[in-house]
């Protein structure tokens, strides 16, 4: 809650230093970026769904009375998404963007966001260093180490007791980027830890690799466990070469990566059977986890999100995308419109310095929900 608290201070602080005197209007535009087109446009759409979806639910009880207006931005590359950032910070004076679904994404242009001094909400993007360090970005969702843990820990206490194991040994496959080393470097830290030995770190460029090696190179290490962190494309292929190479494993798990997709399901159909996969929850989390108040937020999230996406339920970028945007619309604006009135803010707001943000959320909102593993699901995961 103090980081809550602390935003809305930058946001009063932004509306007090820099409104535009020049335009008066009571409409207050947000900024938003996510990948709308391109290999992670279904989690980019889902997610910004869901955050359209808080906004809705805010305004229609009352938890946010101010209008707002997202503007939107579709960026597929790191270069896109900086200068997405300028866009919405140059030609529309947003105090605050909310984004970005993919975390080499989100790692440019949270970054640019800090460098202008405007507040930078993530709703999906997993990668640890995207709040390292940072007065001006927040995330409401889990980080990429914690996910990795997860998967661990599920390795430790679900799948070693049943198999009796003396020396456990794990190979962790991971995609060289900031996602892939934050949910992979998770993994390896509490590995040593939980007396399980991670033999190989297998890390690959998924624009140049070839599956049929990575494939044999896990079955050279003799591991007992496979830990994956990969995209959609990559993920599958590498799968089906285990598969096809007949590599001997007692269990695999998918960290936040393709083994969560609903799509590497339905891609590999009885390939996909028996892999575990360890994300964060869709709506089908139990509802003996939430408060009174949560489920029936719950139940509001879903129903919105379906009457305005043709029926579809809440998976997990979606649940995602709800969370961050309504932490943000419920506990942030509203101390907001409280303070000051709700204007379009000039570009003079840059020179604003706020010293006393704290520098990370490592851990992630406390509002956000806690990840889970599940035997036989496939699931999108923000990354």
Not at 95 to 112: D, E, F, H, Q, W
Not at 221 to 232: C, H, P
Request: proline share 5%; charged share 15%.
């Amino acid at each position: 809650m103090k980081r809550i608290a602390l935003a809305a201070f930058v946001l009063f602080a932004v509306a007090s230093c820099g409104q535009s005197q020049a335009n008066q209007s009571p409409e207050l535009v947000l900024g938003a970026i996510y990948p709308l087109s391109g290999p992670q446009a279904p989690g980019g759409k889902a997610e910004l769904a869901g955050v359209r979806a808080a906004l809705e639910v805010a305004q229609s009880s009352r938890a946010l009375t101010a209008h707002v207006r997202l503007q939107v931005i579709d960026a597929t590359t790191p270069q896109e998404a900086s200068a997405a950032v300028d866009t919405l910070v140059n030609d529309y004076h947003v105090p605050a963007i909310l984004g970005t679904y993919g975390s080499t994404l989100s790692a440019v242009s949270s970054a640019r966001a800090e460098e202008l001094k405007t507040v930078y909400w993530e709703t999906g993007a997993v990668a640890d260093p995207i709040t390292a360090q940072r007065r001006y970005v927040f995330r409401t969702v889990a980080t990429g180490s914690s996910l990795g843990r997860m998967a661990v820990t599920f390795t430790h206490d679900a799948l070693m007791p049943e198999m009796n194991l003396a020396a456990p040994r794990a190979v962790v496959v991971r995609v060289n980027d900031v996602y892939g080393r934050s949910v992979g470097g998770g993994e390896e830290a509490l590995a040593k830890s939980m007396g399980i030995r991670v033999v190989d770190v297998i890390e690959y460029d998924p624009n140049a690799f070839v599956p049929d090696v990575i494939a044999a190179r896990i079955a050279a290490d003799r591991a007992d466990f496979l830990w994956d962190v990969s995209y959609l494309n990559d993920g599958v292929a590498i799968w089906q070469a285990v598969l096809r190479n007949h590599v001997a494993l007692k269990a695999a798990i998918g960290t936040s990566s393709a083994f969560c997709m609903p799509a590497f399901g339905q891609l590999l159909g009885a390939g996909s059977i028996g892999v575990y996969a360890a994300d964060k929850p869709d709506a089908t989390i139990s509802l003996a986890a939430l408060s009174p108040a949560g489920r029936t937020l719950i139940a509001r999230a879903q129903r919105v999100y379906g009457q305005d996406n043709g029926g579809a339920a809440m998976d997990i970028p979606a649940v995602a995308g709800f969370v961050g945007g309504w932490t943000f619309f419920s506990a942030v604006l509203p101390k907001l419109s409280e303070r000051s009135t709700l204007r379009p803010f000039g570009p003079q707001r840059l020179g604003l310095t706020c010293r006393s943000a704290t520098a990370s959320t490592a851990a992630g909102s406390s509002s956000a929900p806690t990840g889970r593993s599940r035997k036989g699901r496939t699931r999108e995961p923000p990354r």
